[in-house]
């Protein structure tokens, strides 16, 4: 092939996401080679190419002719189901590949393959990115954030399209080196985390003002899109107001997330992030209430029967006992509530990608992260670019929470953020992820705690040795004689 008629970059794996990261590709003015095993894929993308602007998109129908339409040094971007598969398309499109092409996987893979495939494809002289993708359908159209990890050289080779395509803001693309290894699946995980987190908070405010406050959907479209002109400013908030305000279609009566069944789904990247935390002695209590919310929505008819049986022993359900409640106050008290909890999430995440990039020697810089996360993907927030401050004055930050502007905020913030999660209590609301917020902060700004009688234990039934506050040195204390003795 002529060298002008060779595209500059190629994807393969033709879902939703594929096709649109492909137009967005081609919208930006690279042209591009795309290629899916079902063909009728690559016919659908041709089409859109062709309906959304002419963009200049090519389509190839086998491995050899797809690798052969791109311009050397090659690089192929594949975007398929997370596993074997990845495996199984490298092998497909490896064999016609040379050595200084680059291969990027842009799913959702556990960072230890991605580092695997890096070893792989040295072998055979290619370099290799593991990049996470966020922002969903819309974002990869549109403009998503990108966090690529792996071979630098790999990424100075696309850095001009990546820059192009991820989405824009104040500051520049939405897009940046992460570092070695699998470090781009990995930070890309823990995003994931801190977003089951933050559903999670919302869910419960949602569910407090619901059944507390009384408040019916469409008032809770207005809050929500007065929050989102507030520090709360978010595309998670945004789309909930949206949610709210849509009604059955179906059946013409009342609004949809009424309807939906309470049963939420999940595709394994919060199960890795609370792994990874504990693996590391990271807390990240936030995120583990997340993803314990969800498994007990698993069990939906248990649920149901349980309700019942604990109606029949006399437990009266005092959610639906609305009384006389301050609605103005109580929203307030919620929206701070929220912010506070959401805090506490982005923290405990930002600790666990710290204690990782140690681990592994990432290097990786929080505050660029943060940047990154304020466009195009599913946490962008207004307050990331405080965050991003926070970790650009102070590289070092032992945690979020201590920063002097968050630690102002925090403090503000706590009595609203005790009254709700003291109301649901007594309501009987489970508020997992702010009630997990709130423990985390209580328990880490207090300069002692009663873990010394958990030591104590420790080393009554195990010998595990204790420290003392008044002088070094570690110590054992036959305890079962010292309260015979006391006993005297």
């Not at 630098?152 to 897009?175: M, T």
């Not at 583990?288 to 437990?315: H, N, P, Q, T, W």
């Not at 466009?375 to 670019?385: E, S």
């Not at 502007?405 to 007594?426: C, H, N, S, T, Y």
Request: aromatic share 8%.
């Amino acid at each position: 092939m002529e060298s002008a008629a060779l595209s500059q970059i190629g994807l393969a794996g033709l879902a939703v996401m594929g096709q649109n990261l492909a137009l967005n590709i081609a919208e930006k003015g690279f042209p591009i080679s795309v290629y899916n095993r079902t063909t009728s894929k690559v016919d659908e993308t041709l089409d859109r190419a062709h309906r959304e602007g002419n963009l200049p998109l090519s389509g190839q129908y086998n491995p050899r002719d797809f690798v052969l339409s791109i311009k050397k040094p090659r690089s192929v971007i594949i975007l398929v189901k997370a596993g074997a598969p990845v495996d199984q398309t490298i092998a497909a499109l490896a064999a016609h590949m040379e050595p200084g092409d680059t291969i990027i996987d842009g799913g959702n893979e556990w960072y230890e393959d991605t580092e695997r495939r890096i070893s792989e494809a040295s072998n055979k002289g290619l370099l290799y990115l593991g990049m996470g993708v966020s922002g969903g359908e819309d974002g990869a159209r549109n403009g998503p954030s990108l966090m690529p990890g792996g071979s630098h050289e790999a990424y100075l080779n696309i850095r001009n399209i990546l820059e192009k395509v991820a989405a824009q803001v104040d500051d520049g693309p939405c897009v940046a080196y992460i570092g070695e290894g699998g470090s781009g699946n990995f930070v890309k995980m823990v995003h994931n985390g801190i977003e089951y987190g933050d559903m999670q908070l919302i869910s419960e405010a949602y569910d407090v003002l619901k059944n507390v406050g009384g408040l019916g959907n469409d008032d809770l479209a207005g809050i929500f899109e007065e929050w989102n002109r507030g520090e709360l400013e978010s595309f998670l908030i945004e789309i909930t107001s949206d949610i709210f305000r849509a009604k059955d279609e179906e059946t013409g009566n009342g609004g949809l997330v009424d309807k939906i069944l309470d049963k939420t789904g999940m595709k394994g990247t919060g199960k890795w992030t609370v792994q990874q935390a504990a693996e590391l002695s990271i807390a990240a209590p936030t995120i583990a209430a997340s993803l314990d919310s969800r498994y007990m929505s698993g069990l939906k008819e248990e649920r149901v029967a349980a309700s019942e049986i604990f109606k029949k022993e006399g437990l009266k359900e005092d959610i639906n006992n609305v009384g006389v409640v301050d609605k103005k106050r109580l929203i307030d008290d919620v929206r701070q509530a929220l912010y506070a909890s959401k805090i506490c999430s982005y923290a405990q995440g930002m600790n666990l990608l710290r204690a990782k990039s140690v681990e592994k020697g990432w290097n990786l810089n929080l505050g660029e992260l943060a940047r990154i996360w304020k466009g195009g993907c599913i946490i962008r927030a207004v307050f990331l670019d405080r965050i991003k401050q926070a970790y650009q004055r102070n590289p070092g930050l032992a945690n979020l929470l201590v920063d002097p502007e968050f630690a102002r905020e925090m403090v503000q913030r706590q009595a609203a953020w005790r009254r709700v999660v003291g109301l649901a209590i007594q309501k009987g609301i489970s508020v997992p992820g702010m009630s997990a917020s709130l423990q985390y902060f209580d328990t880490y700004r207090r300069g002692r705690l009663p873990a010394n009688l958990v030591q104590a234990q420790r080393d009554y039934f195990g010998a595990h040795t204790y420290e003392r506050i008044d002088c070094p040195g570690s110590f054992h204390t036959e305890w079962s004689k010292l309260a015979r003795k006391a006993r005297v």
